[in-house]
């Protein structure tokens, strides 16, 4: 008879413990699913305020007749504003590199080299041409549908030009970077007044060998276009000059 007691003592106290510890489970499951549901919560509210933070700046920028031939955006699965660059610059090799309000800067891997020689080699007799590239048309495209003329300028202002810009390529070491391979493109108004500016800057980086990539650099903020009216004068611009766009 105690033993049969004892039976179902053991019996009612297993009863209750497995009951204790399915509830815990639950809890434990409640917990970590809420947890987790507030977690991607927090992870799309921080998507959707980068999305319309980076929409808002696509808004804001200041030439959009440039933003408009370089850029578009979709809404996506949660209708949250996404900017692109144009496909066939997607297709052609261009990724953004950094975009502001007043800048639009492009990079594009041209070629791998074993060495830092053999690579400038390649690049100073003409491996990529700059002048035949899509950025170059778009470009001029823009400005001409506008009845604006783009003045294309010598190579040998372009480290002038890029040395007074805000470059998206650091110096460091294992890094080689040149300002003065490619022609300046400066885009004029009906007035005679700059109002975008596109040069090329290159970069040599050493890894397994040497990738050498151009960066495309738009710039269209007033604070850049007033310094280049004031830093080069008419005389050293008609000097440089390589030929224009109508």
């Known amino acids: 008879m105690v033993f049969g007691k004892n039976m179902k003592r053991n019996g009612l106290?297993?009863?209750?413990?497995?009951g204790s510890i399915l509830t815990g489970c639950q809890q434990i499951d409640s917990i970590s699913n809420s947890t987790a549901n507030t977690f991607n919560k927090g992870k799309?509210?921080?998507?959707?305020?980068?999305?319309?933070?980076?929409?808002?700046?696509?808004?804001?920028?200041?030439?959009?007749?440039?933003?408009?031939?370089?850029?578009?955006?979709?809404?996506?699965?949660?209708?949250?504003?996404?900017?692109?660059?144009a496909k066939p610059l997607v297709a052609s090799g261009f990724n953004i590199e950094k975009r502001t309000t007043g800048t639009i800067h492009l990079v594009k891997l041209v070629n791998h080299e074993g060495t830092f020689a053999e690579a400038n080699r390649r690049i100073n007799n003409g491996i990529y041409n700059s002048e035949k590239d899509l950025p170059?048309?778009?470009?001029?495209?823009?400005?001409?549908?506008?009845?604006?003329?783009?003045?294309?300028?010598?190579?040998?202002?372009s480290s002038q030009v890029n040395s007074g810009l805000v470059q998206v390529i650091k110096d460091f070491?294992?890094?080689?970077?040149?300002y003065d391979v490619d022609p300046v493109y400066v885009e004029f108004n009906k007035e005679n007044r700059p109002v975008a500016i596109m040069t090329r800057s290159w970069q040599t980086l050493a890894g397994i060998g040497v990738d050498s990539r151009i960066y495309t650099n738009i710039y269209f903020a007033q604070d850049g276009l007033r310094w280049f009216e004031n830093r080069f004068s008419n005389s050293t611009l008609d000097n440089a000059l390589l030929r224009v766009y109508r």
């Open 136 to 157: 170059a048309k778009y470009f001029v495209d823009q400005a001409r549908a506008q009845g604006h003329e783009v003045r294309v300028y010598k190579s040998f202002l």
């Open 173 to 178: 070491d294992g890094a080689n970077n040149r």
């Open 44 to 85: 799309n509210a921080f998507g959707d305020w980068v999305e319309k933070s980076s929409f808002n700046e696509f808004q804001q920028m200041t030439n959009t007749s440039i933003r408009d031939k370089f850029l578009f955006y979709v809404n996506d699965e949660r209708d949250r504003k996404v900017v692109y660059l």
């Open 13 to 18: 106290l297993a009863l209750l413990i497995s």
